[in-house]
């Protein structure tokens, strides 16, 4: 795979160069999962930071189909989750991340409400643990190419 590549299933830099540089993998989801979580609370937020807000278009690689519930929200759903996600932000200094394939938008939208109540640090684990999800994904339809 190719740094770009990578890169665009893990907005983290260093992520990316560690699994470049790793190849070739024996286990290439093992190895996703030791680089990730011996990184830094600023190499998750650097991934955090890639990703366009649930909701929200973006012209981003995986987005629309990753958050593809999103499209047939209702005006009120798209409207709450705009809101919180506004809020989450604030309070969190991150957007929300959460694995949004196959969930519809109501679904998205009660887990964020689940966990705006959360602590920061419980929050980036939990946040980190979903970008964990998502890379899994992103790099299982990079194999099937």
């Known amino acids: 795979m ?86 989450y932000e604030n309070k969190f200094g991150f957007i929300f991340i959460v694995c949004a394939t196959g969930k519809s938008a109501d679904e998205m939208l009660s887990i964020l409400q689940a966990r705006i109540n959360n602590s920061r640090e419980e929050e980036i684990r939990i946040a980190a643990a979903e970008q964990a999800r998502i890379t899994h994904l992103r790099l299982d339809k990079l194999l099937k190419q």
């Open 2 to 87: 190719t740094l770009a590549e990578l890169t665009s299933c893990c907005g983290s830099s260093a992520w990316a160069q560690a699994m470049f540089t790793r190849q070739p993998f024996d286990d290439i989801h093992r190895a996703a999962d030791e680089i990730w979580w011996s990184l830094t609370t600023e190499d998750w937020l650097e991934a955090f930071a890639a990703h366009p807000k649930i909701g929200q278009k973006s012209a981003a690689k995986w987005a629309a189909q990753e958050q593809s519930g999103m499209s047939s929200a209702a005006a009120s759903t798209a409207a709450e989750m705009a809101r919180l996600n506004a809020e």
